[in-house]
């Protein structure tokens, strides 16, 4: 049901309300006095939980992962002007990550637009190629047709959202008064559907996509898997909560060995049983022994450069299988692109196929992982109590069943994927790989933790966290604990593993490159209220478990850190030599 209080405030009600019906539950609003009609839209509607925040940048972040946290579509919304342009960065790594999100940006009507008024910029196409539908959502009457107009607004943006993957931009005109002032006469719809909406609160209009592959193309794919008697199925980064299970159905029943990206869903979790997680470290060390003559990949392609240029390397079939509307291949050599959803894909496959085991095939990938594994345990325990790869060991047995985790771009992410050991916590691992920034992560956190309502752990670094400190803004108020783990390494270290280590001038390099911040973190978290811990060793980095929001800084050398992924690489080429 509309509020008929006025022109606006019925025009708003009514996009809000088949946003609602559609499956929208959290929204973020960042105030101002232009979007005043959807503020009060979106407060005002029992099934959206609204959370304000400041900060739009920030706001457009906590949205990203209020998204990546529940499956469904979040939104952002804002007033004009600038306010709208700081949702770019969450926009872009939304669309780059094919994350649906839903933008309403409120502006001036066109009369008060390329004349001088305030806060009034070119909204139009803001976001240009990053959104993948853009809608002005004009001036209207709020008559039959005005309201109409906004409902089936509303359920579009819902379908180009989810169906398209990515974010979708409305544009929206407000006439004064922004506010509840009563003007009853200007609201004539009188038709039930404009005013009430469909009975029982269903949405003006669902939208409706095939999700199953073609006999002929199961057909294929079940014939290229019977003949392979080496076989790989590569798992990335994937939004559906199904795929990890038809993913492991699959490789049980064609006897494939799984490379489980941190991500995928495959590393952690129930799913977890027989994944190779070293693969970053024996793409290096035993290509030619391991090679395939098959190779599913299902997701994102995983962050690891030895596995891509490995990948790229073996002359074999490699059939890459993505959702609708995305072309996942930057290796640029797959076979077969299979545009469909993922996991019908792999179901359909499972059940097409005569199931077999692994046998030696599969038996040397999990030796090959084992012998790794140990390898990696030996070289950390020559090394200093708390490190970058053993900071991983430890988190990997500390994380707990049913929380949710946030890993930074840069080194975390790749720490992450060459040491996080697989284990059986039903945790889902998240990361911002779309854009493959590092700004927004505290933001992202506090998304996750709010959308989830459980146990939420950020991983990232000292830069990583001065790019987003006002995103410590929103951590107090979380319904879920965010335990924010900062590695300390003063500065970007990642730059010491890329050749400008070598090649610049040791003050130049740390000025133009690693960049230290001395940021304060322990002020940082006095500033905004949060409990702060400083780690000193493995055991008190596992107690962070089962605390509640806290800041945690680890300190490490990250003069040292080359070296010691040296020694590694090398303990592992040895272990895999004898």
């Known amino acids: 049901m509309i509020d008929p209080t006025n022109r606006n405030t019925a025009l708003a009600s009514a996009l809000v309300e088949?946003?609602?019906?559609?499956?929208?539950?959290?929204?973020?609003?960042?105030?101002?006095?232009?979007?005043?009609?959807?503020?009060?839209?979106?407060?005002?509607?029992?099934?959206i939980e609204l959370t304000v925040?400041?900060?739009?940048?920030?706001?457009?972040?906590?949205?990203?992962?209020?998204?990546?946290?529940?499956?469904?579509?979040a939104v952002v919304a804002c007033t004009s002007g600038s306010a709208a342009a700081n949702l770019h960065p969450a926009v872009v790594e939304a669309d780059q990550a094919g994350v649906p999100l839903i933008v309403l940006t409120s502006d001036r009507p066109p009369e008060l637009r390329g004349i001088g008024a305030g806060q009034t910029i070119d909204q139009i196409g803001l976001y240009g190629s990053a959104s993948r539908w853009f809608c002005e959502g004009g001036t209207h009457?709020?008559?039959?047709?005005?309201?109409?107009?906004?409902?089936?607004?509303?359920?579009?943006?819902?379908?180009?959202?989810?169906l398209g993957r990515g974010p979708v931009h409305l544009n929206l005109s407000w006439r004064d008064p922004l506010g509840p002032e009563p003007h009853p006469e200007d609201v004539t719809a009188a038709r039930?559907?404009?005013?009430?909406?469909?009975?029982?609160?269903?949405?003006?209009?669902?939208?409706?996509?095939?999700?199953?592959?073609?006999?002929?193309?199961?057909?294929?794919?079940?014939?290229?898997?019977?003949?392979?008697?080496?076989?790989?199925?590569?798992?990335?980064?994937?939004?559906?909560?199904?795929?990890?299970?038809?993913?492991a159905d699959l490789a049980a029943a064609a006897g494939f060995p799984v490379l489980a990206e941190p991500t995928s869903g495959l590393r952690l979790g129930p799913h977890s049983r027989g994944a190779v997680a070293t693969y970053d470290l024996l793409a290096r060390s035993r290509p030619d022994?391991?090679?395939?003559?098959?190779?599913?990949?299902?997701?994102?392609?995983?962050?690891?450069?030895?596995?891509?240029?490995?990948?790229?390397?073996?002359?074999?079939?490699?059939?890459?299988?993505?959702?609708p509307g995305r072309w996942n291949e930057p290796s640029r050599i797959a076979g077969a692109f299979v545009r469909a959803d993922a996991t019908a894909v792999a179901r359909a496959l499972t059940a097409a196929l005569e199931r077999r085991g692994g046998g030696d095939w599969a038996a040397a990938w999990a030796e090959a992982e084992a012998a790794t594994q140990g390898a990696i345990d030996?070289?950390?325990?020559?090394?200093p109590e708390l490190s970058e790869p053993g900071i991983w060991r430890a988190l990997g047995e500390t994380f707990g069943d049913g929380e949710e985790v946030l890993v930074a771009s840069s080194m975390?992410?790749?720490?992450?994927?060459?040491?996080?050991?697989?284990?059986?916590?039903?945790?889902?691992?998240?990361?911002?790989?779309?854009?493959?920034?590092?700004?927004?992560?505290?933001?992202?956190?506090?998304?996750?933790?709010?959308?989830?309502?459980?146990?939420?752990w950020l991983v990232l670094g000292d830069l990583a966290l001065a790019h987003d400190l006002g995103g410590l803004a929103s951590v107090r108020d979380l319904p879920a604990p965010l335990r924010i783990?900062?590695?300390?390494?003063?500065?970007?270290?990642?730059?010491?593993?890329?050749?400008?280590?070598?090649?610049?001038?040791?003050?130049?390099?740390?000025?133009?490159?690693?960049?230290?911040?001395?940021l304060d973190v322990e002020g940082a978290a006095a500033l905004y209220g949060i409990d702060f811990v400083e780690v000193r060793s493995e055991a008190e980095l596992a107690g962070l478990a089962g605390s509640g929001s806290v800041l945690a800084r680890v300190r490490v050398e990250r003069e040292g850190n080359v070296d010691l992924h040296r020694r590694i690489a090398e303990a592992v080429a040895h272990a895999l030599a004898t």
């Open 485 to 518: 783990v900062v590695i300390d390494n003063g500065g970007g270290g990642i730059f010491d593993f890329l050749p400008q280590a070598s090649q610049v001038e040791a003050d130049a390099f740390e000025r133009l490159f690693t960049t230290p911040s001395g």
């Open 378 to 383: 030996a070289a950390l325990a020559d090394g």
């Open 18 to 47: 088949e946003l609602s019906r559609s499956g929208v539950r959290h929204a973020i609003l960042s105030p101002g006095s232009r979007s005043s009609p959807l503020a009060l839209a979106l407060d005002r509607d029992p099934g």
């Open 141 to 162: 009457d709020a008559d039959d047709t005005g309201l109409l107009h906004m409902r089936s607004l509303g359920c579009r943006a819902w379908a180009e959202a989810t």
């Open 289 to 323: 022994e391991l090679a395939p003559d098959l190779v599913l990949r299902f997701g994102d392609m995983p962050t690891s450069k030895p596995l891509r240029a490995w990948l790229e390397a073996v002359e074999v079939d490699q059939v890459a299988i993505d959702p």
């Open 53 to 73: 925040v400041l900060d739009e940048r920030s706001a457009g972040f906590i949205a990203l992962g209020c998204t990546l946290s529940t499956g469904a579509p």
């Open 192 to 247: 039930p559907l404009a005013v009430e909406g469909r009975s029982e609160g269903r949405p003006l209009t669902v939208p409706i996509a095939g999700r199953e592959p073609s006999a002929a193309l199961v057909e294929a794919l079940a014939g290229a898997v019977s003949r392979a008697g080496r076989g790989l199925i590569v798992a990335g980064r994937s939004l559906d909560p199904d795929l990890p299970a038809a993913v």
């Open 412 to 456: 975390p992410i790749r720490d992450a994927e060459a040491f996080l050991r697989p284990g059986s916590a039903a945790v889902r691992i998240h990361a911002n790989r779309g854009a493959n920034g590092i700004d927004g992560l505290v933001s992202t956190a506090a998304g996750i933790a709010l959308g989830s309502d459980r146990p939420t």
